[in-house]
């Protein structure tokens, strides 16, 4: 049977638009049902509360819960594993944190890769991280700290949240670039190191400045420098560890992703959502409030930004020569 020409490209024109309607209607569609929102921190840390700003304004927006849970340990590779092996269905996400950049240069031996198992969706913030001593510690400055710290080789406790994360490395890229000798101490979170480091069993942390401010401020511990390369607003005064170690600059990243192989409209649906709240006055009223840098990328830049920062922290590996047990 000969088709009429233009019933012919009618049914030509439909059935190529057919991909289209589906993945449309796919993503009009999503989320239908609640979505689980796995953060791997303990909860009431910096990368919790965090989370869980972005968990209500994307319940908000999207009109379905977006429910936080917490699977610290192992410097967030309980977490991560538990999204690598989630459907690919947008209905399982990860609060990604630096330590998971980290993970494949510092784990020898661990059964998934995170560049290559999960699916980037959006950054979120950029955290600046406070090099703070206890308030009986002598030095009150970098170059003092520098100086006592050649004066006691490996007699320094440095107060880390867990292996592997950048609390640690922080420190350790620190060690490497003023040539000082000094003792990770890893803890099982911010407030068991942070109660470390007010007793005096520990007498430096590099910690994330939303962590650090109310400490800060009320005059508990004091602060030495912020880790970036540019002084922040909420410490105006507290230099920057650049300004005596050149070229120090750190900060923690916190952003969202997927499981490999999540369609590329429901991460589009997702972006789309988390770069309308980075660009909202409140939402970034309150980052800032927190210590954090609003970030904005689309899921491609946040991928590229990811293997970015492991080839980085892979140098400082290196270097440390970190290999949990």
């Not at 991560?80 to 947008?90: L, Q």
């Amino acid at each position: 049977m000969i088709l009429p020409r233009r019933k012919f490209m009618r049914m030509t024109v439909s059935a190529v638009a057919l991909p289209t309607i589906s993945r449309t209607a796919r993503a009009q569609s999503y989320p239908s049902r609640r979505v689980r929102f796995v953060v791997g921190f303990p909860a009431g840390g910096a990368p919790d509360v965090i989370g869980r700003l972005f968990g209500q304004w994307l319940s908000e927006r999207l009109g379905q819960p977006f429910v936080i849970e917490n699977r610290p340990g192992a410097g967030s590779i309980i977490a991560a594993k538990e999204v690598v092996r989630a459907p690919a269905d947008g209905y399982t996400l990860l609060l990604v944190a630096s330590p998971n950049v980290i993970t494949g240069p510092l784990y020898e031996k661990i059964d998934f890769n995170f560049i290559r198992d999960m699916a980037p969706v959006a950054s979120l913030v950029r955290t600046p991280f406070v090099m703070e001593v206890n308030q009986s510690f002598p030095a009150k400055s970098v170059p003092e700290f520098i100086t006592y710290a050649k004066a006691h080789p490996g007699q320094i406790n440095v107060a880390a949240t867990g292996v592997g994360n950048l609390t640690q490395f922080a420190g350790d890229l620190f060690k490497m670039m003023a040539d000082v000798d000094l003792l990770d101490v890893p803890y099982g979170g911010e407030v068991q190191a942070q109660t470390e480091l007010l007793s005096g069993r520990a007498q430096v942390m590099f910690d994330p400045l939303l962590s650090a401010i109310g400490y800060v401020k009320a005059g508990k511990l004091r602060a030495l420098a912020v880790t970036t390369a540019t002084r922040v607003d909420a410490l105006p005064s507290v230099p920057t560890v650049g300004r005596f170690v050149s070229g120090y600059d750190v900060a923690g990243s916190l952003g969202v992703a997927a499981p490999h192989g999540t369609p590329t409209d429901i991460i589009g649906t997702l972006n789309g959502a988390i770069d309308t709240g980075l660009a909202d006055a409140k939402i970034r009223t309150r980052l800032f409030q927190l210590g954090s840098i609003p970030v904005r990328m689309t899921a491609t830049e946040f991928g590229n930004f990811i293997a970015k920062e492991s080839l980085t922290w892979s140098k400082v590996v290196q270097f440390a020569r970190q290999r949990p047990g």
